[in-house]
């Protein structure tokens, strides 16, 4: 079965500082796609950065980056120089290959403050 | 439009009363998808559409919940005889193709049951 863990419910950051938040993915699979989505209160989910289980160069967006450790099956997003506007709901998610549907950890509460 | 699109936006069904849930895509994408996401959980995949084919509905939680999606655009979730623990935020959100990693999500409707 296919599943992501989550583990931490909340985290606080300064601004300005850099944050690492964790994610572990159970699968069998050779070939997965990894995904970090935001929430804000808002509702939406906002697309921030992709790794596929074959690139062998961790993902970047520009503050965001994808730790990946394959052999750990972890996938952590950092967040550098944090914003306030950076404070929101954060959730990883996996697909597998050849699938379209997208597997959720119960994400993590980002707080940054001043 | 720019975005995928929601309505209505919260919702509000008593107990065993029908609704419909409607999502507009982003023009052109060929793929969609329903989650049902929980208080406090991440989203929970029920269906996908590929144009207007439902190619995969396991996620749906019982034959009271049914989506279309009849001319490969605009879609709509029906829940019927609602209960309680249906009240959940819906998320839509599409792709332009299939197996890729541009989903873009709505901003989700807000049923609540009571």
């Known amino acids: 079965a296919q599943k992501i863990t989550q583990t931490q419910p909340g985290m606080f950051v300064q601004e300005k500082e850099a944050v690492t938040l964790d994610c572990t993915y159970d699968t069998s699979d050779q070939s997965y796609g990894l995904f970090w989505y935001k929430q804000p209160s808002s509702g939406e989910m906002i697309f921030l950065i992709y790794q596929g289980s074959y690139d062998e160069q961790n993902a970047t967006e520009g503050r965001y980056s994808l730790n990946f450790q394959k052999a750990r099956k972890s996938a952590n997003l950092v967040i550098s120089a944090s914003q306030l506007g950076d404070s929101a709901m954060y959730f990883c998610a996996m697909r597998r290959y050849n699938t379209d549907k997208l597997i959720f950890g119960t994400g993590t509460r980002l707080q940054v403050f001043p | 439009g720019a975005g995928v699109s929601q309505s209505p936006r919260y919702k509000v069904a008593k107990r065993g009363q029908d609704v419909a849930l409607r999502c507009d895509p982003i023009s052109g994408h060929v793929s969609l998808f329903w989650y049902q996401q929980a208080l406090g959980q991440g989203p929970e995949f029920l269906t996908y559409f590929q144009n207007e084919a439902q190619l995969d509905k396991s996620g749906l939680p019982s034959d009271r919940f049914f989506a279309e999606r009849p001319e490969g655009s605009v879609s709509t979730l029906k829940i019927q005889r609602t209960q309680q623990e249906d009240s959940a935020v819906y998320l839509c959100?599409?792709?332009?193709?299939?197996?890729?990693?541009?989903?873009?999500f709505g901003s989700g409707t807000r049923l609540t049951v009571v």
């Open positions: 959100a599409s792709s332009p193709g299939t197996n890729d990693y541009g989903y873009t």
